[in-house]
């Protein structure tokens, strides 16, 4: 099956802790992005990718690194700076060069305990 | 950036259709609209985007206004399935060359027998 999965998809977690959250596509697609939506919200950016081994920060990006080691794969930590973790983050990837249209991976919710 | 405005919710009978109106006053004239539903729980799922012309494809049709300032999202034959929140988006170009989809708060459609 093509598509983008991300794992798992419930996360529990200790405050203080890192957690890394995994992305990938079989898509072949270049550009991956990652948000987090809160309850009753809409989706937030935290960081995107353009293509291997370059990124940029989104809106929210603080408390939160990335890598973009290969094509496939996106992975976010959510790292104990950040102050509010609990949320549900979505994966996403795009292959267009004009349209740009972002296709959505099914979310991770982490809840932090 | 160009925002958008939508009603906070909706109801449409099944097998009716359903039409949901989006206001983006300030969009420019590059940017394009696009509209993505979210089930609960579940990643969004992209349905349709536009510039200028009206769009069909096998989910839905998108109707733009001549000025570009508004546009509807019709779903034909609305089914329980399609019981979602759906989002319309204007997409921002971001200074790292990637691309923005400000999500708001949506129409939570209701579709009911």
């Known amino acids: 099956d093509g598509g983008i999965t991300q794992s798992p998809k419930y996360l529990f977690r200790k405050e203080g802790q890192n957690v890394t959250l995994s992305c990938e596509q079989n898509l072949n697609h270049d550009a991956m992005y990652w948000y987090r939506q809160d309850p009753g919200q809409g989706l937030r950016l935290i960081y995107y990718s353009q293509i291997v081994n370059d990124f940029q920060k989104g809106d929210i990006a603080e408390g939160y690194s990335v890598s973009r080691e290969k094509k496939e794969s996106f992975p976010l930590t959510v790292t104990s700076a950040q102050k509010n973790p609990t949320a549900f983050y979505l994966c996403?990837?795009?292959?267009?060069?004009?349209?740009?249209?972002?296709?959505f991976g099914p979310g991770t919710r982490l809840t932090v305990l | 950036d160009a925002k958008t405005t939508q009603p906070p919710s909706m109801d449409c009978a099944e097998g009716r259709a359903a039409n949901l109106p989006c206001n983006h006053s300030t969009i420019s004239g590059n940017e394009y609209v696009y509209w993505y539903r979210q089930i609960h729980s579940q990643g969004p799922q992209y349905i349709i985007h536009g510039l200028k012309n009206n769009e069909t494809n096998e989910m839905a049709s998108l109707i733009i206004t001549e000025d570009r300032k508004s546009s509807t999202l019709i779903l034909p034959h609305a089914t329980l399935r399609d019981t979602a929140v759906y989002y319309c988006?204007?997409?921002?170009?971001?200074?790292?060359?990637?691309?923005?989809?400000?999500f708001g708060t949506g129409t939570q459609l209701k579709v009911e027998l």
């Open positions: 988006i204007v997409r921002v170009r971001e200074a790292g060359g990637g691309n923005k989809l400000t």
């Open positions: 996403a990837s795009s292959g267009d060069t004009i349209t740009d249209t972002q296709y």
